[in-house]
């Protein structure tokens, strides 16, 4: 994945082919609620599971999610494992049905970190959907873009110089087009160790939906936001 080379005429930015979301604010609609921080997160992964059906004729290529940060580590030790009971969760209850629908999923990050019997069920997917043709999910799991370009640094070192290039080519998302657009949810205007290096030219929206509340009606508003944003990367 690289920058893309500057258009002329700033055109508006049309369909979106990557879309990344940063899928905040489980904990804050779950205090609103006076309900447990962990029903935040269940109704945070069935906010993935509509999105994953709603997106389907959005012409998406890829959406990438950000599910569990390098720093979310630091979080108490009944809610890690709460998010990954939920992750195990999902995969069990969800992967035929997106094999089914011709979904390839990608991890993004290290999950060899998890536990062994999630690790295990992540690769089942991965193994299971990988011939997929249609849209990409790439779930970042103990992903954090710092991490990450210095992984991709090694890598490209490894192999000789270091350039804009190399490192791009070895980063997470080397197989994925470029970052068209970068959402963020519960009102944070932040991007929290996510896509930094990705981010570099992808247009930003923000809002203050919860994430439990964000639907396809609100990923929708953010393409046609972007549909009329004007691209420079640099030119005029
Ligand atoms: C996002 O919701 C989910 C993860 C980071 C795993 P939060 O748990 O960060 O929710 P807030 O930000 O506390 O509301
Ligand atoms: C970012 O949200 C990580 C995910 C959504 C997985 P956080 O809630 O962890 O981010 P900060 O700590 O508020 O920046
Ligand atoms: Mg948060």
Redesign the pocket.
Known sequence: MSVPAAKSGGLGGGQARHVAII???????A?KRHVP?AL??QK?VEAVRALVHGAAGLGIEVLTLY???TE?WQRPEDEISD?TRLMKRFILSDLDEMADNNIRLKIIGDYSAFTPDLVELIERALERTKANTGSTIAVALNYGSMDEIARAARLAAAKGAITPETIAANLDTADLPPLDLLIRT?G?ERLSNFLLWQAAYAELWFTEV??PDFTADHLKQALDAFAIRERHYGGR
Do not use: P, T, V, Y
Request: no cysteine.
């Open positions: 899928m905040d604010g489980n904990g804050r609609w205090k921080r935040g997160h945070g599910a569990f940060s979310n998010l519960s944070e919860l994430w």
